[in-house]
């Protein structure tokens, strides 16, 4: 599951810097009235309305891009922060539940343990 986190932090971070710079390659509404007047890009490749077009349709594409990695991300480390963080851990865990259990056929309050002698 290390892999796959990997691949999504990846493909998020790409989708977050894409974003931002589509945003700012994109013209605002204002510069639709330069256009009127002669200063439009009719001639471009993606046509006089196509730019503005294409680059909010892939803008939109990645932002659903960013917002399912982004989701993803969230379940996979939820998932994981509910799982034990390791095989020793999980030892530990079922130790301590078994410490007030009978051990073979002693009971808990005889030991292995020597007790300190008395000072009296």
């Given at each position: 599951m290390n892999l796959l986190t990997s691949i999504f932090t990846?493909?998020?971070?790409v989708a977050a810097i894409a974003i931002v710079v589509l945003v700012l390659l994109q013209q605002g509404k204002g510069a639709d009235m330069g256009?009127?007047?002669?200063?439009?890009?009719?001639?471009?490749?993606?046509?006089?309305?196509?730019?503005?077009?294409?680059l909010s349709?892939?803008?939109?594409?990645?932002?659903?891009?960013?917002?399912?990695?982004?989701l993803s991300l969230a379940y996979i480390y939820t998932q994981q922060s509910a799982a034990p963080?390791?095989?020793?851990?999980?030892?530990?865990?079922?130790?301590?539940?078994?410490?007030?259990?009978?051990q073979g056929n002693k009971s808990t309050s005889e030991s292995d343990i020597p007790t300190a002698p008395s000072t009296e």
């Open positions: 990846v493909v998020h971070l256009a009127a007047f002669g200063g439009g890009s009719s001639n471009s490749v993606f046509g006089s309305r196509g730019s503005a077009t294409f349709r892939v803008t939109g594409g990645l932002a659903a891009v960013f917002f399912i990695t982004g963080r390791s095989v020793m851990a999980m030892e530990s865990a079922s130790e301590s539940s078994d410490a007030p259990t009978l």
